[in-house]
Structure formats: structure tokens, C-alpha cells
């Protein structure tokens, strides 16, 4: 898989990875959608470890592990949990309109 930021690669495992170093985060999924001003924007969808995790606290640890086309994030997904068993992009998907 890949995201084509602005002329771009973003690989999803790479910035999965990153994020889920992030102690309040359980489990993520990073997906490309459509955006008008540069071709694919990053879309990250996460399960909450701490309730209390805002989308602007992802979002500036982003800023501080990424490099800067990386961190265009598109509204964040979260949710507490996912059914299990089930693959975890394909899951994610359907708790994109979820929002914090």
C-alpha cells in the first residue's frame, strides 16, 4: 500500500508504526482518501488505550515523529473498539465517521 501525497510516498505501515508508539493509542490503521488540493490525504483511524486523547494530542505527536506530508492528516477516526477477528483496515473503514 501507498499514499501519494502531493507527488509524495507515504507508506501506511511506516506512519502506523510510529503512531502506535504513542502510549494512548491501542491499535491504528492508516488508509489514503481522496483530497482536491493534493491528490490523497493520510486518513488515521485509531482505538483509544486513554479516553482522554484528543485528535489535536495525535495529531502534534504526529508532528513531532513525521516529516510534514506525513502529518496531513484528514479527520481522525477514533473509536473504543473493533469487532474481533476482523482485518483491521477494512474495520477501520466503516468507523471513519467516527470522530473524537
Known sequence: ???LVSGFN???NE???VVMMHPGIAECAVVGVP???SGEAVKLLIV???PNLSREDV???CKTQ???YKCQIAPIGATESRPNGASKRHVFLGFGRVSF
Open 1 to 3: 500500500d501507498m499514499i
Open 10 to 12: 507515504v507508506y501506511p
Open 15 to 17: 506512519v502506523e508504526s
Open 35 to 37: 483530497d482536491e488540493k
Open 48 to 50: 483509544k488505550k486513554d
Open 59 to 61: 495529531i502534534s505527536y
Open 66 to 68: 513525521l516529516t510534514g
